[in-house]
C-alpha cells in the first residue's frame, strides 16, 4: 500500500530556521605533486593536446600543463624543483579574454642573458590567430620575444644552442613545400620538398640536415588513406636528394600536432598519430625511433601507450613524454623503456573521518595507487595496481572496506589496500558508493540509448552475491531501498524492502523534472525539483525538500537560483550532510567547447535560507575551460562522522585537497 507523502511543519523540525549562523573555516592543506588528472589534454580531444615539456642544459626537466601549472623536475629521482602558475605577459592580446591565449612548451632558452623555459602563444587578435612567444625567467616574469616563430601554414623551427640553426616552410607551389634552413646569422639554403603537407621539421644540432614531417592525403578532410612521411633533407651546397620514409600509420594531423625530434647526429624521434575511424579524430601517439640508415624504426610504442610527445634529453639517452594527458614520463631512448614518473594525478577521492581521505593516483606508466592522504606529503600507501585508472571510490561507515571503480571493473578491498574481490560490469560507473550500514557495495552507471533511465547494479560485500534491483533502484540500507519509477513521460520516487513491500511512494511529477541524494546514514534525502523562474525562460532554480527515508515524510522546502542569467548557468546537487540539515551544490554553467565553474552553494533545509559561503569555498574557486585549454573543476564533498555537528567540507581542486570546518 501507498501513502501520500506529509509535509512536517516547521514547528516539528529539531532546529528552528534561527537557530544558528554557520561558518567555514579553512583547516588543513595537502598538495600532491604533480599535474591534475587530464590537463594536458591528449590528441582527439576538441582543440587537441596543450602544454609541453622541456630539458635544461643540466638535465633538470619542465612541464606545463593546459591549466597554466608550471614544474620544474629532478629526472635522475623524480623530486619537484619548483611549482608555479604561468602568467602570460600582460602586453600580448587576448590575455584577460576568457581562457585566453593557448600555451606551449617548446623548449628551453639557454645561451645569453636571457634564459628559462620558451613559451609559444597561440591566440586571437580582433577575431583573427595570432602567434608569439616568450622566456619564462627566474622571478617568474615572461619576456616577450621570438625565436624561430612559425605557423600552422608554414612551420618553423629552430635547433642548436639558443636556436643557432634555423628552418622554415617558405611557400608552397603545386603542393610542394619549399624549405629555407641555415645558420640564423648565415646564408640560408632553399630545398624544395616532395608533394605534401609539412606538419613538423627540426635542424639537427650541427645543422648539416632538417628533419621533416610530411602529410599527404588523397582526399582533403576525412582520408583513411592519409599517411606520414620523414623526410631527410641535407643543407649542403650540393643539391643532394631527399631521403624520404614512410612513417606507416594513418594519421589526423590537426588534432594531435605531430613531432620529430634529432636524439643525437644520427637517431630521430617521431610522434605521430593514427586516425580513429569511429571519432574521426586522432588517436595517441605512436612514438617511433628511428635510425637514418635503416628502413624501419628501431622500436615503437603504439598508441595504447595513450602518450603524446617524445621530447629527447640534450645528451641523448633519455626522452620525455605525457600518459595519458596526465603524468609525465621519463623513457629510455634506447629502447623506449619506462624509466619514472614526473609527479602523479589524483584520479578519485572519498572523504574519511577526520582531516584524511583516500586518494587513488595515476603514478605513470599505467599504474595506479591508493593512498590515505592527511596533510602535506605523499600520503600513507595502500597498494598499487596496473589495471588501468581509477574512476572512483568510496568506503564503508567504518572504513574496513574499500571500494574503487575502472574501466569495466568494480573492486572490493580491504582498509589495507589488500584485493578481496574484483566485479567485472563491462562498463564505467559514474558513481561508486556503500549503503549506510556497510553491507552493500554498488554502483550507478549512466544512460544507455537515447530512452533508457540510469541502472545500477550492488552486491552484498560479505558473500559477493549480486542482489535482484529492480531498474532505477538504489539501495540506502541492506534492507531500504529507494526506487525511482518512470512511465508514460512522469517519474517518482517510492522506498521499499528487498521483498518488495512498498513503504511510502510521492506522486507523479514530470519524467526528468527531479534529482535526489540521501544522507549518509540514509535516514533522510533531498530531492531538488526545477522551478521556473519569472521572465527566464531557459533557467530554472532549484528547490530543495528533504524527506524522511523511512516515513516518506517531506518537508517544506528552501528555493536556490543561480547567481547569474545565463541560461546554459544551473546548479547541481554534491551531498547531503550528516546533520541532515544541510546539502551542498555547485554551480557551473558551459555551451559547446567553452565551461564555467562559479563555486559552491550552501542550503539550510531547516533554516530555509541559503547559508553564505566564504570567498575560498564561491568566488576563489572559479575555473574557466575550453577546447585545447582543459582547466579541471574543483569537486567537494562533506566529511562524514560528523553527526549532529557543524559540517565538515572536504574541496578536491586537481592535485589540491582542502579541508573546511564548520561552525555554530
Known amino acids: 500500500m501507498s501513502r501520500r507523502l506529509l509535509f ?120 583573427q590567430p595570432y602567434q ?65 603537407r609539412v606538419v613538423a621539421l627540426e635542424p639537427s644540432p650541427d645543422g648539416r640536415f632538417v628533419a621533416v614531417l610530411r602529410e599527404t592525403r588523397q582526399t582533403p578532410g576525412f582520408d583513411l588513406n592519409a599517411r606520414f612521411w620523414l623526410d631527410l633533407v641535407p643543407l649542403s651546397e650540393e643539391e643532394a636528394p631527399v631521403r624520404s620514409r614512410t612513417v606507416g600509420v594513418r594519421v589526423q594531423a590537426d588534432d594531435s600536432r605531430p613531432e620529430v625530434h634529432w636524439a643525437g647526429q644520427n637517431r630521430l624521434l617521431t610522434a605521430t598519430s593514427a586516425l580513429d575511424p569511429n571519432s574521426g579524430g586522432a588517436r595517441a601517439h605512436t612514438v617511433q625511433l628511428w635510425d637514418l640508415d635503416r628502413p624501419r624504426p628501431l622500436w615503437t610504442l603504439g598508441d595504447t601507450e595513450t602518450l603524446r610527445g617524445a621530447v629527447p634529453s640534450p645528451d641523448g639517452r633519455l626522452f620525455l613524454t605525457v600518459r595519458g594527458g596526465s603524468v609525465p614520463e621519463v623513457h629510455r631512448i634506447s629502447d623506449g623503456r619506462f624509466v619514472r614518473a614526473l609527479g602523479t594525478a589524483v584520479t578519485a577521492f572519498t572523504p574519511l573521518r577526520g582531516q584524511r581521505t583516500l586518494v587513488s593516483v595515476d603514478i605513470g606508466n599505467g599504474a595506479a595507487e591508493l593512498r590515505v592522504v592527511s596533510g602535506p606529503g605523499q600520503g600513507v600507501r595502500l597498494g598499487r595496481t596496473r589495471d588501468g585508472q581509477v574512476t572512483y571510490l568510496a568506503a564503508t561507515p567504518d572504513e574496513r572496506h574499500l571500494a574503487l571503480a575502472r574501466d569495466g571493473a568494480v573492486e572490493l578491498v580491504d582498509h589495507l589496500g589488500r584485493p578481496l574481490r574484483r566485479q567485472v560490469v563491462g562498463r564505467t560507473p559514474n558513481e561508486l558508493a556503500f549503503t549506510a550500514d556497510g553491507q552493500v557495495l554498488f554502483a550507478v552507471f549512466p544512460p544507455q540509448g537515447t530512452t533508457g533511465g540510469w541502472q545500477a547494479l550492488a552486491w552484498n560485500i560479505r558473500t559477493g552475491q549480486r542482489l535482484a534491483l529492480p531498474a532505477r533502484t538504489r539501495p540506502l540500507r541492506a534492507d531500504l531501498w529507494v526506487q525511482e519509477q518512470a512511465g508514460q513521460g512522469r517519474t517518482r520516487l517510492r522506498a ?153 567540507l572536504l574541496v578536491r581542486d586537481g592535485n589540491s585537497l582542502n579541508w573546511w570546518l564548520g561552525k555554530r
Do not use: M, N
Open 8 to 127: 512536517v511543519s516547521l514547528g516539528l523540525l529539531a532546529l528552528s530556521p534561527g537557530a544558528h549562523a554557520l561558518t567555514f573555516t579553512a583547516t588543513a592543506q595537502a598538495q600532491v605533486p604533480g599535474h591534475a588528472a587530464g590537463t594536458f589534454g591528449q590528441p582527439g580531444d576538441p582543440g587537441g593536446p596543450s602544454g609541453g615539456l622541456a630539458w635544461a642544459p643540466d638535465g633538470s626537466a619542465y612541464s606545463l600543463d593546459g591549466a597554466r601549472v608550471l614544474y620544474h623536475w629532478e629526472t635522475r629521482s623524480g623530486r619537484p624543483l619548483s611549482r608555479r602558475v604561468v602568467q602570460v605577459p600582460a602586453s600580448l592580446p587576448g590575455v584577460a579574454q576568457g581562457v585566453g591565449p593557448r600555451l606551449w612548451l617548446e623548449g628551453y632558452r639557454s645561451a645569453g642573458p636571457l634564459r628559462g623555459p620558451f613559451v609559444r602563444v597561440v591566440g586571437e587578435r580582433q577575431g
Open 132 to 196: 608569439s612567444a616568450f622566456t619564462l625567467r627566474a622571478d617568474g616574469q615572461g619576456v616577450v620575444g621570438d625565436v624561430c616563430g612559425g605557423s600552422r601554414e608554414r612551420p618553423a623551427a629552430c635547433s642548436g644552442v639558443d636556436g643557432r640553426f634555423a628552418a622554415a616552410v617558405e611557400r608552397t607551389d603545386g603542393g610542394r613545400a619549399t624549405l629555407l634552413a641555415g645558420p640564423r646569422e648565415g646564408r640560408p639554403v632553399r630545398r624544395t620538398l616532395p608533394a605534401g
Open 496 to 648: 521499499l524492502t528487498p521483498a518488495g513491500r512498498v513503504l511510502w511512494q510521492e506522486g507523479w511529477r514530470p519524467a526528468g523534472s527531479a534529482a535526489w541524494h540521501p544522507s549518509l546514514d540514509a535516514r533522510a534525502l533531498v530531492r531538488v525539483t526545477p522551478q521556473a523562474l519569472p521572465s527566464q525562460l531557459e533557467q530554472v532554480a532549484a528547490a530543495l525538500h528533504r524527506v524522511d527515508a523511512v516515513s516518506g515524510a517531506i518537508s517544506p522546502g528552501v528555493v536556490l537560483r543561480p547567481a547569474g542569467t545565463s541560461p546554459y548557468r544551473g546548479l547541481k546537487l554534491l551531498g547531503v550532510a550528516p546533520d541532515r540539515r544541510h546539502a551542498l551544490l555547485s554551480e557551473s554553467e558551459g555551451d559547446g567547447c567553452g565551461a564555467t565553474f562559479h563555486g559552491l552553494r550552501l542550503a539550510d533545509l531547516a533554516g530555509r535560507r541559503e547559508v553564505p559561503l566564504p570567498a575560498g569555498l564561491s568566488a576563489a574557486l572559479r575555473r574557466e575551460s575550453g577546447c585545447g585549454s582543459p582547466v579541471p573543476f574543483p569537486e567537494a564533498a562533506f566529511v562524514p562522522g560528523t553527526g549532529a555537528g557543524a559540517p565538515g
